[in-house]
């Protein structure tokens, strides 16, 4: 902690946002955002998933408009249309995805877009501050020369932060800079933050793991559905308090849904499940008709076990049995083969095909059961398609536009419904099942996943939402920097899966 | 409720050639907003068909005979491109070569008979194009660079087979593939029958529909277990018997085969899928597109040779063309969604 | 140099190439049974001029990610109007080249960047254009050249090797390495053929510098086609395709990804030299003509195998299902 004589000056404003609101096609991600940054103060930005704080770093760096409110900076108020803009007034960010450029090296990428760097390239004092920022962040091992693809994940994040740190900026935004990062890595970001601060610089720190956010920050702001719950002093902070800030009141089970496994159904069994940086010797024997939970945030690795479950880690290694054969991993054709259906947690860019029709969507991934000798029969298409619209509660009238047409939800709904009643699917592996959707339609696709579980199938899902967690989950495992932190069989409450999830240690 | 459904009936029947079919490909379209698409080709269309109906001897069976005929090299393997650039693909360099090396395996293997001259040369092409398809579908290869490499070594493989010279064949039991049925060359029919063929393989089989899924998002297809390499390969070996089709009719036409025998076909190909509206990303456009496409070229330089503009001209609109609907394509795949 | 300096593949490949050809050129007397005169380094540098700024033009477009088809219709165009505005002033006609093609290529850049449509399908479209404009032009035929001074002179022998040609070549690729390597430019552009959102998110003016980089692109390929008409001393209203693949094969070897975000002018210069090399290496022993294509089929072949990202996953896969195949757990736990 900082001594008393590097206090920050909290009665004075450097960064002042006020009643910021954005929405996106009419549904508002942030609706009252309000907090005051001093000059030298580490300001802690938490919130809950969806709580609107992404959005807010967007419109404070200059990547989003607002569309009410306002920013000053050094008290006038100011516009942000650009990146650029946001450089100009001192605005340096390191961004929630990681966006060093593996093509460049470290000292190029140090310098990429700051507006500062001279056209004209000055090797060697480029070299030279590059080295001293470097050193600065413990990162004595890595060369300004060496190519960006020769680090690890853990240390790209280390660059760029030291970047964004190096940039002489007046505001300095970190937007989960330490998910990928380990507890040493962390502990000299911590240190290098401290001491920009030192400088007189504000810091936006936003961060998942709330005991770092209480070690570092000197005060709190939390967001909830995209408005200020408070600003506290940190010292005056438990974790336990902040998660109840975070959540307005804790979740509880609802009722004991956990269901006991039957005697006669078949199970996944994954022994030893590994994926090199990501995920350490997963085990885990998943019975069918029953729902399992894998609470952890990102970069915890529980979205590598389902990816690798579905074939898409091809350095993964480890047992895996389904029904008591051996499920070959690697290979996503295969795993589809053998009865595993995956839905990713990004349902633009891995999941959905967004031109196609609904109609067309949903048939996706079973045409080659609609016909005989891969011809297709169009009677037998349509069926299927009503019928799966049917069970999956999509508008019938909709089938043949375009799922980019449908809203968030029902994109969902369509993602999930695309592996649902069909006879050659086990195993069915979510990631973030709910991400993006709103109430109604989450409702609407956890009934799906229970009904699933019903029907015979294995279900296994991965979260960062407690309420989601919660309320599906028969069995919860929580996980952590790839490692499982504890297992909870129904007796779970949402504080303890908190806690677990964001500075828990691996119990096993 | 009724009108509601009578519209979206009747958008479908306008954006899709076969409405039974549930997966409307090029879809994306609200009802009555005339997209970017519909505005260019009415301005493109109109004056093109205003002009072409007042071209002297235009409106003539002997000039339909002469524009469809000049279609058909081309189209064939303008069909086989279309199914390679919806499998996302893009395109294929190595086409005019493919071409010249199946046309001179046909003439030499004439002394074989017919039949078993066109099934090596089938399998020639087939053969010598799936393999590209197998290392862009199962490796991920850049097409470009690949099927620059493929042009060098088959063009290599010309060179080498005929020694630069001129291949003759030993018999010329080929040239019924210069008759004409009906008033109409046969490879007019042939290019109608490719046509169909390609259409029924796209949206009747399941290979088909797989192209266009594997082509708009290859990573979805992968996560969702779709077998991407196999569906490549498809497209790729179907690509590889168009070539092969064109590179027969060409070595009839001409009796004899030398190394530039393929000509601009390589580009020629392009220009025509691109004309019909597929995308070079992938994921969408049809045979009947390209159909389209390869007609609506060969109808603007006939209208340009009838009205005495010189050769060049007709590739300088066919360029501006190809610029322009793509450039539609384009704003019409991102509009709605930006 | 050190090992890891040559680790880097934009600096492998063009180091090695470049090594391979020069000591086949050196070797070629073997076969050929004649001694190398100074005359064959002047053929090949001849060579290289005339593929060289082609290769240059496309190579920077594709560290940028972008892959430039119409460089050849440019190249064409170039010649066609340096022959035809520079009958009395070579000068004249060189620069209503290079306008021109900085004007087309700026046209382009706005489209691609603007509206952010795949370069490819528009610069082959554009490519298509210029080919008939060419040939609207010229008449479909070749243009001769009237200016025999200007045609002597482009070719003159210059310390033994050179020539005002290669030498403006040359020159226009040490140039443009110093701009890239010497300015922020460079880096920016490797950057946004590498990863273009983390560029626009670090605040690279990334549109700018498409339109800046088509515009170069343009007036490098239609300089080159100027220089190669008064070479000529005709200009060729269709070049075909052979210009552009051969410069793309220049560009590869040069160390140069189509992905994107690798490569540098220096390493340019070595793959278009080591394609000029090969030529002339074909010429003096009198190889037969395909044993060049083969060659070149063989290092694209390389190449696409170093690049193919499927290719690696399964090696991946082969070597974790190896890494696993000993320790086969007997039995589930209960």
Redesign the interface.
């Given at each position: 902690m900082s001594g008393s004589a590097a206090r920050p000056a909290l009665d004075r404003v450097q960064v002042r946002v006020e009643g910021l609101a954005r929405a996106f096609n009419g549904v508002p991600a942030v609706r009252d955002a309000s907090f005051t940054v001093g000059p030298g103060e580490i300001h802690g930005l938490c919130g809950h998933n969806g709580a609107g704080k992404s959005t807010v770093v967007k419109m404070l760096s200059g990547q989003l408009t607002p569309d009410h409110g306002r920013i000053a900076i050094g008290g006038t108020p100011v516009e942000l249309p650009s990146r650029q803009a946001a450089q100009r007034l001192g605005v340096a960010l390191v961004d929630q995805e990681l966006s060093v450029v593996p093509a460049l090296t470290v000292g190029e990428n140090m310098l990429l877009g700051d507006i500062d760097a001279p056209l004209v390239n000055r090797r060697r004092t480029a070299r030279a501050r590059c080295r001293q920022i470097l050193d600065g962040m413990g990162l004595e091992h890595i060369r300004p020369d060496q190519p960006v693809t020769t680090l690890g994940i853990g240390e790209r994040q280390l660059v760029e932060i030291a970047k964004a740190l190096s940039q002489n900026a007046r505001v300095v935004i970190l937007d989960e800079p330490t998910a990928t990062l380990s507890d040493v890595e962390s502990a000299h970001v911590f240190a290098a933050i401290r001491r920009v601060a030192a400088t007189g610089c504000s810091i936006i720190f936003v961060s998942h793991r709330l005991s770092e956010v209480l070690d570092l920050c000197d005060r709190v702001t939390v967001l909830r559905d995209g408005s200020t719950v408070a600003t506290t002093a940190a010292e005056q902070l438990t974790v336990d308090e902040l998660i109840v800030q975070m959540l307005g009141e804790t979740p509880h089970r609802l009722a004991a849904v956990a269901k006991p496994a039957t005697s006669q159904a078949y199970a996944l069994r994954i022994e030893g499940l590994s994926v090199p940086g990501r995920l350490v010797n997963f085990d885990l024997t998943a019975r069918a008709g029953r729902i399992h939970a894998l609470a952890g945030q990102l970069g915890s690795g529980a979205s590598d076990v389902l990816r690798a479950l579905a074939g898409l880690h091809p350095k993964a290694t480890g047992n895996v049995r389904l029904r008591d054969r051996t499920v070959p991993y690697r290979d996503p054709v295969a795993a589809a083969r053998d009865g595993i259906a995956f839905v990713s947690n990004d349902r633009k860019t891995e999941g959905l095909f967004l031109d196609k029709s609904v109609a067309g969507n949903l048939v996706a991934t079973r045409l080659p059961h609609l016909g005989r000798g891969g011809v297709l029969r169009p009677g037998r298409e349509q069926d299927a398609v009503r019928s799966i619209a049917d069970l999956a509660g999509l508008p019938a009238g909709r089938l043949r536009e375009p799922v980019r047409a449908l809203s968030g939800g029902n994109q969902q709904k369509v993602f999930v419904a695309r592996c649902l009643g069909r006879n050659d699917v086990l195993a069915l592996l979510l990631d973030e099942p709910t991400r993006g959707v709103d109430i109604g339609g989450r409702a609407a696709i956890h009934r799906l996943l229970r009904e699933a579980a019903d029907a015979g199938l294995v279900v296994i899902f991965a979260s960062t939402e407690l309420e989601e967690l919660l309320e599906l989950g028969d069995e919860i495992i929580t996980m952590r920097d790839g490692r499982i932190v504890r297992r909870y069989q129904g007796d779970a409450d949402g504080s303890a899966l908190m806690r677990d999830m964001t500075h828990g240690v691996d119990q096993t | 409720m009724t009108s509601a459904d009578g519209s979206r009936h009747s958008a479908a029947l306008a954006t899709h050639p076969d409405p039974a079919d549930p997966t409307p490909t090029p879809g994306g379209r609200l009802p009555r907003r005339p997209g970017p698409l519909t505005v260019a080709s009415v301005v493109l269309l109109l004056p093109l068909a205003v002009l072409a109906v007042t071209t002297d001897r235009f409106l003539t069976l002997d000039n339909a005979r002469a524009i469809l005929a000049s279609a058909a090299f081309v189209g064939i393997t303008a069909i086989g491109a279309t199914l390679v650039m919806i499998v996302g693909s893009a395109v294929s360099l190595a086409v005019s070569q493919t071409a010249t090396v199946v046309a001179m395996v046909f003439l030499v293997t004439q002394h074989l008979g017919l039949l078993p001259a066109v099934l090596v040369a089938l399998v020639c092409g087939v053969v010598l194009t799936a393999v590209q398809g197998a290392a862009v579908g199962y490796w991920d290869a850049n097409p470009i660079v690949l099927t620059i490499a493929a042009g060098f070594a088959v063009g290599a493989a010309a060179t080498w087979f005929s020694g630069g010279t001129p291949v003759y064949p030993a018999s010329d039991a080929f040239v019924v593939f210069n008759r004409t049925l009906l008033g109409l060359p046969l490879s007019v029919y042939a290019l109608l029958a490719v046509t169909v063929l390609a259409h029924w393989l796209l949206r009747r089989t399941t290979a088909g529909r797989q192209m266009y899924l594997v082509g708009e998002n290859r990573a979805a297809a992968r996560a969702a277990g779709l077998p991407v390499g196999r569906v490549t390969v498809l497209a790729w070996a179907f690509f590889g018997g168009c070539i092969a089709v064109t590179g027969i009719f060409l070595a009839s036409f001409n009796t004899a085969a030398t190394v530039t025998l393929g000509g601009t076909l390589t580009l020629d190909a392009i220009a025509a899928v691109l004309v019909g509206g597929t995308a070079i990303a992938g994921g969408r456009g049809s045979a009947l597109q390209t159909l389209g496409g390869a007609l609506l070229i060969s109808v603007i330089s006939d209208v340009l040779l009838l009205r005495g503009y010189s050769t060049g001209m007709q590739i300088l609109v066919k360029g501006l063309l190809v610029l322009v609907v793509v450039i539609a394509v384009h704003l019409r795949t991102t509009r709605g969604w930006r | 140099m050190s090992r890891a300096w040559l680790a880097?593949p934009e600096r492998l490949m063009p180091v090695v190439s470049l090594a391979v050809v020069l000591a086949a050129f050196v070797a070629s007397p073997l076969v050929s049974g004649r001694q190398l005169e100074l005359f064959d380094a002047y053929n090949a540098l001849q060579g290289f001029a005339q593929l060289g700024l082609l290769a240059l033009a496309i190579g920077i477009t594709m560290i940028a990610g972008e892959?430039d088809l119409s460089v050849v219709g440019t190249y064409a165009l170039g010649g066609m109007l340096a022959v035809s505005a520079g009958a009395t002033s070579p000068l004249a006609g060189v620069l209503a080249a290079v306008a021109a093609g900085a004007a087309i290529g700026a046209v382009q850049g706005g489209?691609i960047a603007g509206?952010?449509?795949?370069s490819?399908?528009?610069t082959?479209?554009?490519?298509?254009?210029?080919?008939?404009?060419?040939?609207?032009?010229?008449?479909?035929l070749s243009v001769t050249y009237p200016n025999s001074d200007a045609t002597l002179w482009v070719d003159k022998t210059i310390a033994g090797i050179f020539s005002p040609r290669s030498l403006v070549t040359l020159g226009a690729f040490l140039a443009l390495a110093l701009l890239l390597?010497?300015?922020?430019?460079g880096?920016?552009l490797?950057?946004i053929?590498?990863?273009r959102?983390?560029?626009?998110?670090?605040?690279?003016?990334v549109d700018r510098r498409l339109v800046g980089l088509f515009t170069l692109s343009g007036a490098l390929a239609a300089l080159g086609g100027a220089l190669l008409a008064y070479s000529y001393a005709s200009a060729n209203?269709d070049p075909g395709?052979q210009p552009l693949?051969l410069a793309?094969?220049a560009a590869?070897l040069g160390g140069v990804s189509?992905?994107?975000?690798?490569g540098a002018p220096l390493g340019l210069l070595a793959g278009a030299l080591s394609v000029a090399l090969l030529a002339q290496i074909v010429v003096t022993t009198a190889l037969?003509?395909?044993?060049t294509?083969?060659l070149?089929?063989a290092l694209?072949?390389v190449?696409?195998?170093i690049?193919?990202?499927?290719?690696h996953?399964?090696v991946?896969?082969i070597?974790?299902?190896r890494?696993?195949s000993p320790?086969?757990?007997p039995c589930?736990?209960p």
């Amino acid at each position: 902690m900082s001594g008393s004589a590097a206090r920050p000056a909290l009665d004075r404003v450097q960064v002042r946002v006020e009643g910021l609101a954005r929405a996106f096609n009419g549904v508002p991600a942030v609706r009252d955002a309000s907090f005051t940054v001093g000059p030298g103060e580490i300001h802690g930005l938490c919130g809950h998933n969806g709580a609107g704080k992404s959005t807010v770093v967007k419109m404070l760096s200059g990547q989003l408009t607002p569309d009410h409110g306002r920013i000053a900076i050094g008290g006038t108020p100011v516009e942000l249309p650009s990146r650029q803009a946001a450089q100009r007034l001192g605005v340096a960010l390191v961004d929630q995805e990681l966006s060093v450029v593996p093509a460049l090296t470290v000292g190029e990428n140090m310098l990429l877009g700051d507006i500062d760097a001279p056209l004209v390239n000055r090797r060697r004092t480029a070299r030279a501050r590059c080295r001293q920022i470097l050193d600065g962040m413990g990162l004595e091992h890595i060369r300004p020369d060496q190519p960006v693809t020769t680090l690890g994940i853990g240390e790209r994040q280390l660059v760029e932060i030291a970047k964004a740190l190096s940039q002489n900026a007046r505001v300095v935004i970190l937007d989960e800079p330490t998910a990928t990062l380990s507890d040493v890595e962390s502990a000299h970001v911590f240190a290098a933050i401290r001491r920009v601060a030192a400088t007189g610089c504000s810091i936006i720190f936003v961060s998942h793991r709330l005991s770092e956010v209480l070690d570092l920050c000197d005060r709190v702001t939390v967001l909830r559905d995209g408005s200020t719950v408070a600003t506290t002093a940190a010292e005056q902070l438990t974790v336990d308090e902040l998660i109840v800030q975070m959540l307005g009141e804790t979740p509880h089970r609802l009722a004991a849904v956990a269901k006991p496994a039957t005697s006669q159904a078949y199970a996944l069994r994954i022994e030893g499940l590994s994926v090199p940086g990501r995920l350490v010797n997963f085990d885990l024997t998943a019975r069918a008709g029953r729902i399992h939970a894998l609470a952890g945030q990102l970069g915890s690795g529980a979205s590598d076990v389902l990816r690798a479950l579905a074939g898409l880690h091809p350095k993964a290694t480890g047992n895996v049995r389904l029904r008591d054969r051996t499920v070959p991993y690697r290979d996503p054709v295969a795993a589809a083969r053998d009865g595993i259906a995956f839905v990713s947690n990004d349902r633009k860019t891995e999941g959905l095909f967004l031109d196609k029709s609904v109609a067309g969507n949903l048939v996706a991934t079973r045409l080659p059961h609609l016909g005989r000798g891969g011809v297709l029969r169009p009677g037998r298409e349509q069926d299927a398609v009503r019928s799966i619209a049917d069970l999956a509660g999509l508008p019938a009238g909709r089938l043949r536009e375009p799922v980019r047409a449908l809203s968030g939800g029902n994109q969902q709904k369509v993602f999930v419904a695309r592996c649902l009643g069909r006879n050659d699917v086990l195993a069915l592996l979510l990631d973030e099942p709910t991400r993006g959707v709103d109430i109604g339609g989450r409702a609407a696709i956890h009934r799906l996943l229970r009904e699933a579980a019903d029907a015979g199938l294995v279900v296994i899902f991965a979260s960062t939402e407690l309420e989601e967690l919660l309320e599906l989950g028969d069995e919860i495992i929580t996980m952590r920097d790839g490692r499982i932190v504890r297992r909870y069989q129904g007796d779970a409450d949402g504080s303890a899966l908190m806690r677990d999830m964001t500075h828990g240690v691996d119990q096993t | 409720m009724t009108s509601a459904d009578g519209s979206r009936h009747s958008a479908a029947l306008a954006t899709h050639p076969d409405p039974a079919d549930p997966t409307p490909t090029p879809g994306g379209r609200l009802p009555r907003r005339p997209g970017p698409l519909t505005v260019a080709s009415v301005v493109l269309l109109l004056p093109l068909a205003v002009l072409a109906v007042t071209t002297d001897r235009f409106l003539t069976l002997d000039n339909a005979r002469a524009i469809l005929a000049s279609a058909a090299f081309v189209g064939i393997t303008a069909i086989g491109a279309t199914l390679v650039m919806i499998v996302g693909s893009a395109v294929s360099l190595a086409v005019s070569q493919t071409a010249t090396v199946v046309a001179m395996v046909f003439l030499v293997t004439q002394h074989l008979g017919l039949l078993p001259a066109v099934l090596v040369a089938l399998v020639c092409g087939v053969v010598l194009t799936a393999v590209q398809g197998a290392a862009v579908g199962y490796w991920d290869a850049n097409p470009i660079v690949l099927t620059i490499a493929a042009g060098f070594a088959v063009g290599a493989a010309a060179t080498w087979f005929s020694g630069g010279t001129p291949v003759y064949p030993a018999s010329d039991a080929f040239v019924v593939f210069n008759r004409t049925l009906l008033g109409l060359p046969l490879s007019v029919y042939a290019l109608l029958a490719v046509t169909v063929l390609a259409h029924w393989l796209l949206r009747r089989t399941t290979a088909g529909r797989q192209m266009y899924l594997v082509g708009e998002n290859r990573a979805a297809a992968r996560a969702a277990g779709l077998p991407v390499g196999r569906v490549t390969v498809l497209a790729w070996a179907f690509f590889g018997g168009c070539i092969a089709v064109t590179g027969i009719f060409l070595a009839s036409f001409n009796t004899a085969a030398t190394v530039t025998l393929g000509g601009t076909l390589t580009l020629d190909a392009i220009a025509a899928v691109l004309v019909g509206g597929t995308a070079i990303a992938g994921g969408r456009g049809s045979a009947l597109q390209t159909l389209g496409g390869a007609l609506l070229i060969s109808v603007i330089s006939d209208v340009l040779l009838l009205r005495g503009y010189s050769t060049g001209m007709q590739i300088l609109v066919k360029g501006l063309l190809v610029l322009v609907v793509v450039i539609a394509v384009h704003l019409r795949t991102t509009r709605g969604w930006r | 140099m050190s090992r890891a300096w040559l680790a880097r593949p934009e600096r492998l490949m063009p180091v090695v190439s470049l090594a391979v050809v020069l000591a086949a050129f050196v070797a070629s007397p073997l076969v050929s049974g004649r001694q190398l005169e100074l005359f064959d380094a002047y053929n090949a540098l001849q060579g290289f001029a005339q593929l060289g700024l082609l290769a240059l033009a496309i190579g920077i477009t594709m560290i940028a990610g972008e892959f430039d088809l119409s460089v050849v219709g440019t190249y064409a165009l170039g010649g066609m109007l340096a022959v035809s505005a520079g009958a009395t002033s070579p000068l004249a006609g060189v620069l209503a080249a290079v306008a021109a093609g900085a004007a087309i290529g700026a046209v382009q850049g706005g489209l691609i960047a603007g509206l952010r449509i795949p370069s490819m399908p528009v610069t082959l479209a554009t490519y298509i254009a210029l080919l008939g404009l060419t040939n609207v032009l010229s008449g479909g035929l070749s243009v001769t050249y009237p200016n025999s001074d200007a045609t002597l002179w482009v070719d003159k022998t210059i310390a033994g090797i050179f020539s005002p040609r290669s030498l403006v070549t040359l020159g226009a690729f040490l140039a443009l390495a110093l701009l890239l390597g010497g300015t922020r430019l460079g880096r920016e552009l490797r950057a946004i053929g590498g990863d273009r959102r983390a560029s626009r998110v670090t605040g690279v003016r990334v549109d700018r510098r498409l339109v800046g980089l088509f515009t170069l692109s343009g007036a490098l390929a239609a300089l080159g086609g100027a220089l190669l008409a008064y070479s000529y001393a005709s200009a060729n209203p269709d070049p075909g395709l052979q210009p552009l693949i051969l410069a793309a094969v220049a560009a590869l070897l040069g160390g140069v990804s189509l992905a994107g975000g690798r490569g540098a002018p220096l390493g340019l210069l070595a793959g278009a030299l080591s394609v000029a090399l090969l030529a002339q290496i074909v010429v003096t022993t009198a190889l037969p003509d395909y044993s060049t294509q083969l060659l070149y089929a063989a290092l694209l072949a390389v190449i696409v195998a170093i690049e193919s990202p499927g290719l690696h996953r399964t090696v991946d896969r082969i070597r974790a299902r190896r890494a696993d195949s000993p320790r086969r757990y007997p039995c589930p736990k209960p």
